[in-house]
């Protein structure tokens, strides 16, 4: 019993202290229209209201501001841990393939110590061998480093998200002071261009509404005000969020949560949190190391036991093993690996994609699965009037960004009217000096609606500020959430009208019940059951359509009524607000970017999903899904067949539904087995009103199907989802800091169509197989993206044909070599067996060859080593084929040709290169290499040409029978059933 009471007086305790904090989680109270708080009922207050309300207009005094910043600390978010440059540094040294490159180094330098140790003349080559391998392992490195260094000096100029200087009120005077400065409790007021200082609960607002897109997702400005509207706070009107901007009005409020505590810092939290997975470049790597190390130690081992076997002493067999370890490390693989990402990063740039991280680069170009925000991504983030509704009609406008779209018939006396309205009852206007610029390319300070609205005007009727001035304003009333509709009072410069104009628009609905009367074709006449069914309809139709509609009247006051200087009262309104004249309606939306859905229908032919997660509404997102062809001509989701079949939603299985529209509200009672059943059987996918952490399970879902994920976003709220992709692309112009900081990749230009030009130019993958045994390049969009599982890097095939097929006859064709020359020498092959300790032996000077010739040790040496540089210059012989078959997959290189002038120079500078150790003086010494005669350089020839002609017989043999097993190495047969290069 004790302990109940107990336990019940503690819980007690916690919850004031909780009430009194209340920094963690929000708790929304319910709020008159003036934004005072209800009370409770039952409960007296200590206070009366007057009093409550005088002391928070006085605000904080400066010594309880300062307790609370002590006590809180500043109003930033915490940045991210970051990686000292140092340690970046060393993993770009020593990780990944380096780290067996490090190994084979130090081989070197272990053998060249054994021989130094155990010979009077030790062989330097190890030696030279050893510091190569450092040599470009160090450069690589450095490299690698520099190229990362350099995009995260680019990083470094995005950062500008948080505002610098903030107005607060405190001891009852308004104050400018540091943003940072900011504690809870304080009262911070916000106007139209200042971006919100903390997360703020509205007590007071006049026509205020703030840009949630880079929070929500919302395209839209959202209305502040003091109403409690929703219990999801971040649905909610009476709290503004910090970051936000503010577009329009004004608004007081009490800042609620400062720096990691507001909603964007616990977002930034999250995503600094989430620790990024392995890129498939780097899994493939490791899966090639473990395979060349498993190789390369099972044939030193075997040339190991053979030495022993053959007499060889165990130093001996030491250096045999490894030499052949280190023989069969490819040097060349990290600077190829980090030369292709480089070189394809820089191409990337010029199409407006910069890469934070190398190995990003690959990454894109394997993606099987895109999630993409809407707004900015998909769309062009500008508001645009799409539709016109007048004259029973409704009517497209051009919504392209270059203005080639469909038009209308402009020429209406109703257009006329409906356009002056548009133009005069709006608030936003073009910044200056801006006319040189196209009309759509202009900046507007004002609500986005309006902005849509000033620039359709301009576009269709001339110069706003032109109408504005012959029609001055005389009074407004500014748009609130209680009247749902905005007005003003002009004077009318037309003798055939009366001397002032009253124009208002607003919700559809509310503007249509304040009127009698309608404009049709120029005139007006009675608002009869007809024209509001028509009325209906366009407004059902256009909403349907995911636009934002508005409705717009007209009056002309009476000239007896309203003469000339007549003094409009807003606050106390002394003109008619009812009884007016309808003139149309106006939808505005978010359009679709030119390129998009060319780009989607690409993604769409190559097996690449894209997936639309946004916080918009679902109607406008799925219609946008429509626009871009996310959701494709024919699909329909499962409203769309209980509407076709005029029954219930529930009566449709979601299977029968190729697309489908989840809601955020559904997505969160759902479990991941669910969410992994909407993701496995329907094609085309739009989430809608998603949070944060939605994103995030969408990206876990998507990677449970085994997809590899790009997720494209500009938001704070799309920041840990970027972080947990595979592959997270933000937005540079649009983008916050915060969603910058978590991705891999940024579109400079904003644009999703960049992703898919940059999954083209990403495709390194082949070519890295190319350093390996193959040099291709196709269109990566008309083929499936590889499978990271099943198309390996390094696989089965491409170790036979390596080492068990073309590795064979070049390998013999070196050996045939090396025996033509001891052969010319005196030494025949079948004279070999058995001379090799009198051949090793220093103090034998006479040894005898084939035909009776004494030869001293280092006459013996001296062709040994023209031995080893034959058996050198055969393999680069050999060399020039195996490059020349890896141009193509099916074709002949007859059909294909010799049309790369690089490669042609490459391969003259390979054989130069190895002309030059072999006859440039010094070389004996430096690294052994002897002069060749003529003759010998043809060796290998017999071999080169086997090469190709088996090659060729292959690709002839594959061309016959498209898919069958000639095709030496591609596990997946998408990767042989395209052109060649």
Sequence with gaps: MYLSIFWAIWLYVLYLFVLQTGNDKYKLAATSEDGVKKPKKGKKSKKDMEELKKEVELGLTNFRAKEILARDGPNALTPPVTTPEWVKFCRQLFGGFQTLLWIGAFLCFFAYTIQAVSEEEPANDNLYLGLVLAFVVSVNGCFSYYQEAKSSRIMDSFKNLVPQKALVIRDGEETIIDAEEVVVGDLVEVKSGDRVPADIRVISAQGCKVDNSSLTGE????????????????????????????????????????????????????????EGGQTPIAKEIEHFIHIITGVAVFLGLTFLILSLILGYTWLEGVIFLIGIIVANVPEGLPATVTVCLTLTAKRMAKKNCLVKNLEAVETLGSTTTICSDKTGTLTQNRMTVAHMWFDSHIHIADTTENQTGTSFDKSSATWAALARVAGLCNRAVFQSNQNHLPVLKRETAGDASESALLKCIELCCGPVIEMREQYPKIAEIPFNSTNKYQLSVHKNPNSSESKHLLVMKGAPERILDRCSTIVFQGKEQPLDDEMKDSFQNAYLELGGLGERVLGFCHFSLPDDQFPEGFAFDTEDVNFPTENLCFVGLMSMIDPPRAAVPDAVAKCRSAGIKVIMVTGDHPITAKAIAKGVGIISEGNETVDDIAARLKISVEEVNPRDAKAIVVHGGELKIMTPEQLDEVLKHHTEIVFARTSPQQKLIIVEGCQRQGAIVAVTG?????????????????????????????????????????????????????????????DIYIDIMKRQPRNAETDRLVNERLISMSYGQIGMMQAVGGFFTYFVILAENGFLPKDLVGIRIGWEDRYVSDLEDSYGQQWTYERRKIVEYTCHTAFFTSIVIVQWTDLLICKTRRLSIFQQGMKNRVLTFGLCVETALAAFLSYCPGMDVAVRMYPMKPLWWFCAMPYSLLIFIYDEVRKYILRQNPGGNMHFHCTSKNYVSQADS
């Excluded at 709290?239 to 810092?265: E, K, L, P, Q, W």
């Design 219 to 274: 395209s839209e400005p959202q209305t502040r005000s003091p109403d409690f509207s929703s219990e999801n706070p971040l649905e909610t009107r009476n709290i503004a969020f910090f970051s936000t901007n503010c577009v329009d009005g004004t608004a007081r409020g009490i800042v609620i949560n400062t720096g990691d505590r507001t909603v964007m810092g616990r977002i930034a939290t999250l995503a600094s949190s989430l």
């Design 714 to 774: 500009d938001g704070v709220n799309d920041s840990p989802a970027l972080k947990k992709a595979d592959i997270g692309v933000a937005m540079g112009i649009a983008g916050s800091d915060v969603s910058k900081q978590a991705a891999d990749m940024i579109l400079l230009d904003d644009n999703f169509a960049s992703i898919v030009t940059g999954t083209l130019i990403s495709q390194i993958y082949l070519p890295l197989q190319d350093e390996l045994n193959l």
